[in-house]
């Protein structure tokens, strides 16, 4: 059997996003073929969501309580498959379609230790009745060998995860799926503070399909009212304090903890910056940014961008949500300024305390208190900057 699309292909999410419309037609005609399709990737929301989502269009949402049946890892034997594909559960007479799902199924993981012909799920999955799909979801790379038997039997789907130029046609698909319209404009708006979470992304697009209905139209103005950002959020707090204005900082910083954000993931948030920031001053100090263009148009700021060698591109981080270099050019452009309000020295300084944060949240000492003094020592060092220049 193929590949809905090879997994060098799946790489691209403009290839995944167009092959997964012509399986979802498939799926909404009742036209599967074949009936198993095992779907599988690294990002386990996006691998679940594939599966959901053929759920959604193979059965009506009358039937789905008779004719699902969802096993996982170690429950997922081959006695339990050959009961969920021939022992209909009760009900089952009353619809035309059924579903049998797999979640990490062990008669899978089993296979490596036993001979091929000894592998009963496999004989199983070849004799499956008229009406009956079964989809397994793999969230942990499958094996070569496990692949070539699937093969046999089954559509392959592999899902990648999503880098940072993938999320704008995967918002597209979002709302293409809940039916509503959104502008590049507002999908960017939307990037922006959600960030490179397939999960929450999903999310807010539903909360704003909830709210405009079907065919309705997203704006801008809608985005900022409706999605809340503690990314964004987290970045005008590091303004202020990158700015020395401890009153703003803390001000912010309690109104994070007032609507309940967690502590920990303001504090990873605050790293991160400060980690951008850290590359910003050292892309500044290296002279492979121009401050004279800092403030230049887009396009001409983009391709001083473009010109830093590649050389020095290898040596910030591989994870694209702590590389400054894959952030969008306004963001890259936002942390340059930012860092010159800071030397390389206070940035490494300002990482250091945000470390013993990190430690001391692990003693049990309130986490509001300790990110609140955090911030009153980041507002420090550039209190401290401003008077060592007034001295000199």
Not at 78 to 86: C, G, I, R
Not at 216 to 245: K, Y
Not at 270 to 280: G, H, N, S, V
Not at 324 to 340: E, G, P, T, V, Y
Request: hydrophobic share 45%; proline share 4%; net charge positive.
């Amino acid at each position: 059997m193929p590949y809905l699309l090879f997994p060098q292909e799946a790489q691209f999410f403009r290839n995944v996003r167009k092959a997964l419309s012509q399986l979802y037609q498939s799926a909404r005609y009742g036209n599967l073929k074949p009936p198993v399709v095992v779907v599988f990737g690294d990002d386990e929301f996006l691998v679940q969501r594939v599966i959901h989502r053929l759920i959604d269009l193979l059965l009506p949402s009358e039937d789905r309580q008779t004719a699902i049946t969802v096993l996982e890892g170690k429950d997922a034997t081959e006695s339990e498959l050959a009961q969920a594909l021939f022992e209909p559960t009760f009900g089952f007479q009353l619809t035309k379609r059924r579903a049998v799902i797999f979640k990490s199924p062990a008669f899978l993981k089993e296979q490596s230790r036993r001979k091929r012909g000894d592998l009963v799920w496999l004989r199983y999955l070849q004799q499956i009745p008229e009406g009956t799909y079964v989809l397994i979801a793999l969230t942990e790379p499958p094996t070569s060998a496990q692949l070539n038997l699937l093969n046999e039997i089954a559509l392959l789907v592999p899902i990648a995860k999503l880098r940072m130029q993938d999320l704008p046609d995967f918002v597209q698909m979002l709302a293409e799926q809940a039916s509503i319209h959104m502008d590049k404009a507002s999908v960017q708006e939307l990037i922006e503070r959600v960030g490179n979470d397939a999960r929450q992304l999903a999310i807010e697009v539903e909360k704003l399909a909830t709210y405009i209905g079907v065919d309705g139209r997203v704006t801008v103005d809608i985005v900022r009212e409706f999605v809340p950002s503690l990314a964004m959020d987290v970045f005008s707090l590091v303004n202020a304090v990158v700015e020395g204005d401890a009153k703003r900082a803390m001000a912010m910083l309690d109104g994070l903890l007032q609507r309940k954000e967690s502590p920990m993931l303001i504090l990873y948030l605050l790293a991160r910056q400060f980690r951008l920031l850290l590359q910003a001053r050292l892309l500044l100090d290296a002279k492979l940014v121009s401050p004279a263009l800092l403030h230049a148009r887009a396009d001409s700021f983009k391709q001083q961008i473009e010109r830093i060698p590649e050389e020095i591109r290898q040596r910030l981080p591989n994870d694209q949500r702590l590389n400054l270099l894959k952030q969008s050019s306004a963001a890259i452009r936002n942390f340059l300024l930012q860092s010159r309000n800071f030397s390389r020295e206070q940035i490494v300084i300002a990482l250091k305390l945000i470390l013993e944060t990190d430690v001391n949240f692990k003693t049990g000492v309130d986490q509001g208190q300790q990110l609140a003094l955090l911030i009153l020592n980041l507002c420090r060092l550039k209190a401290n900057q401003e008077k060592v220049a007034v001295q000199a």
